[in-house]
């Protein structure tokens, strides 16, 4: 079936449909990874967006239930340049075409991904329509300018748990992901199991999953709860999510940062870390086009090494509004010299921008795992 993808700025892009026929809308962002296309679908940080992979053939090796890092896709839409008809791989349980027909996610293939990926570079992230039902060009336009746009949109809020629930990595459910990580501390008598609760403003099965790998058990709470209802559970420590739109309206999750500060140790990831950048003081900004990819080469400025990082965000932390004598800024980015990490001086609070439980994406961020754990057991005493 024919398809096509109108942009706010009216530039039109016109190839094949795939998955679900109809029509979706969002903002309209590039992802550089080469594999891990059911985990970015699922990953709930991509919200209210359509994602264009650059990697020029996808699909080709299907899905499975194992690698969904949510129960179900989130993006919008997807955009690729070749969308395969077959899956060829021993772990496939479904036909990439067929997974997403069944949840309801339109695909557009055959187009040239470089020049919409080109565009959004040189122009920024905008609004876009993928329909394969309509072909009347100026109305999708229009339409793709009516599109709420990410900048003041709290979709945390939408995307959360309704209700606390725990995790179990025994539950042979939650049993994938990367057989070769270490699993020692599960089995170690000398590293006792601690209480973690963690905000789910749109979190990834993987973040779970490595929690659980450093013998923790967690507990996931909504994004609206509040400090004295996780201080209730009796936590040793306390992480913050990713998940998607803009930090700036999530002003209850920043309330009840500031209320947990020195009360407990703190570790946010991506959204979780600009929620704790403005809990701190800081401020916040939109990106041209955001960080999407697994090949960001990050310098932890405390070490002096570089690690190869997954980003997923449009916004970040602006590292002039942090006051330096209370934060230390830990990561940069070396692309951009985007803010990536930071740290409370005196508190126990941590946290970075990228992904370091991956999914896709590589595997040098693990050990802040570790830290999060180590900070727990120096907190406990």
Not at 149 to 162: E, F, I, R
Not at 183 to 192: E, M, Q, R, V, Y
Not at 193 to 201: E, G, K, M, P, S
Not at 310 to 327: G, I, M, R, T
Request: proline share 6%; charged share 20%.
């Amino acid at each position: 079936m024919q398809a096509l993808l109108a942009l706010e700025d009216g530039r039109i892009f016109r190839g094949e449909g795939y998955g679900h026929p109809g029509e979706c809308q969002g903002e309209v962002v590039f992802n550089t990874s080469l594999t891990g296309y059911q985990e970015i679908a699922t990953d709930p940080s991509y919200a209210g967006q359509i994602v264009v992979l650059t990697n020029p053939q996808i699909g080709n090796y299907g899905t499975n239930q194992a690698d969904n890092e949510a129960s179900k896709p989130f993006i919008e839409g997807l955009i690729v340049r070749e969308f395969s008809a077959v899956s060829s791989n021993w772990r496939s349980e479904q036909v990439t075409d067929e997974y997403m027909e069944r949840f309801q996610i339109p695909v557009l293939a055959e187009i040239d991904t470089r020049a919409l990926v080109r565009h959004l570079r040189n122009n920024g992230v905008m609004r876009g329509v993928i329909s394969t039902q309509s072909t009347d060009v100026d109305a999708l336009v229009a339409k793709a300018r009516t599109i709420r746009k990410m900048d003041g949109t709290d979709l945390a809020k939408v995307v959360s748990t309704k209700q606390v629930y725990h995790f179990d990595e025994n539950d042979p459910h939650y049993q994938a992901g990367d057989p070769l990580l270490p699993t020692s501390l599960l089995n170690d008598p000398a590293k006792p199991r601690l209480h973690v609760v963690a905000y789910d403003f749109g979190i990834k099965q993987n973040i779970l999953r490595m929690l659980g790998r450093e013998n923790c058990k967690v507990t996931v709470v909504p994004a609206e709860t509040s400090a004295d209802d996780v201080l209730t559970l009796k936590p040793d420590g306390v992480f913050l999510s990713n998940g998607p739109g803009d930090p700036e309206p999530v002003d209850y999750a920043v309330k009840a940062i500031r209320n947990m500060m020195g009360r407990v140790p703190v570790f946010g990831i991506c959204l979780g870390h600009q929620l704790c950048g403005l809990a701190l003081g800081g401020k916040t900004y939109k990106l041209k086009f955001g960080h999407h990819g697994g090949n960001h080469p990050v310098r932890n400025n405390i070490t002096g090494k570089v690690e190869i990082t997954a980003h997923n965000h449009n916004f970040a932390v602006d590292p002039d509004s942090v006051n330096a004598n209370e934060v230390e800024l830990t990561h940069v980015d070396l692309n951009d010299n985007t803010l990536e990490g930071l740290r409370h001086k005196s508190l126990p609070l941590f946290s970075v921008q990228y992904h370091p439980e991956a999914a896709p994406g590589p595997h040098d961020s693990h050990y802040l795992f570790r830290d999060f754990r180590q900070m727990m057991e120096e907190w406990k005493g």
